[in-house]
Structure formats: structure tokens, C-alpha cells
């Protein structure tokens, strides 16, 4: 099974789409603030949240619910703003923005927990991207050039050519 979390008008074929609000097209209503999750232990094989974290007042219960309903080798599919973007501060509900680092916090040398958040990789975009860790048309030359060397983009041009969003590919490991 499949999660596609507050998914609002991006319904995904073969998930179950839930969003915060009752929507006719949705599958399911929940507000993911609220612990625990109305979802069985191991239900799920892949996460999507696109622009869904930064919302979160508690990233870490987020992540322990998320290793309880993951199944072994989930993947979690993450698109949310880049922290040196004007997109990440505009919005007053965001509570966080995010950078190459950010999910480093929760593998197993930083984080205690039964399982290990792997992250097997990640793409800056500089303007905002509908694929998921693809490029864009407009996209691809900037993206090549700011992912080459992410570290040193985050470190010297960031907040000069600042970029839109991050995508990260996740994958928990019990």
C-alpha cells in the first residue's frame, strides 16, 4: 500500500490520498499533527509528501510514526522547500525549512530509534519542479551545476542564487 500525504489536488493512482480537509476527491481525511497515526504497524510499502513537512510542529514524532507505519525498505518520496529560498519564509505556517543535511539527523549515529532513515539521494531544484527528482525543462542546466557540488552551493552561492525546493528520496531500514 501507498500513502500520499495532504495531497490536496494531487491525487496518485494506486495510493491512499489524504489530506487534511474534506475534499470529495479524497480518499481519506487526517490531520498528521495528531499521534498516532489511524494506520496499522508496517502498512506501508511508499510515502509521498510533497510540501507537507515544513508544516509539521514536530518533525521528530513525524519520523517515529513514520518508521511504525513504514514497512522494512519503504521508500518516502519528499519534495519540500530549500532552506535559502523566499518560498520557505513567506508562508507563516512553515515551522522549518530544509537543506542537504536535514535528514541526516535521523540515521543511526544521530538518532536512537528501531530503525535507520537512509538518504539515498537528493536533488536541489532551483525553480519549483512537478517531477519528483527530475529536472525540469527550464531546470536542467542550473540543477546539473547546483548538484554537482551541493555542499558548496549550500556553503558560498545559496542565498545569492537562492533555489525553490529540495527533493530527497528516503528509504527506512528496520
Do not use: G
Amino acid at each position: 500500500m501507498k500513502l500520499n500525504m495532504w495531497c490536496w489536488k494531487d491525487l496518485k493512482k494506486w495510493y491512499v490520498n489524504v489530506d487534511i480537509v474534506d475534499l470529495p476527491w479524497v480518499d481519506s481525511v487526517y490531520d498528521f499533527e495528531i499521534f498516532p497515526y489511524p494506520f496499522e504497524d508496517n502498512t506501508f510499502e511508499e510515502i509521498f509528501c510533497s510540501h507537507i513537512l515544513e508544516h509539521i510542529s514536530d518533525l521528530w514524532k513525524v519520523i517515529e510514526e513514520f518508521t511504525r507505519i513504514w514497512k522494512n525498505l519503504c521508500q518516502i518520496k519528499v519534495k519540500v522547500p530549500y532552506f535559502a529560498s523566499p518560498n520557505a519564509y513567506w508562508d507563516y505556517t512553515h515551522k522549518r525549512s530544509f537543506n542537504t543535511n536535514t535528514f541526516n539527523y535521523f540515521n543511526n549515529e544521530c538518532y536512537y530509534n528501531n530503525a535507520e532513515i537512509l538518504i539515498k539521494s537528493y536533488k536541489i531544484h532551483f525553480f519549483s519542479n512537478k517531477t519528483f527528482l527530475k529536472s525540469d525543462k527550464i531546470n536542467i542546466l542550473i540543477d546539473f551545476f547546483i548538484n554537482l557540488f551541493p555542499k558548496i552551493y549550500e556553503r558560498f552561492f545559496c542565498y545569492i542564487f537562492p533555489s525553490s525546493e529540495i527533493h530527497y528520496l528516503l528509504e527506512i531500514k528496520k
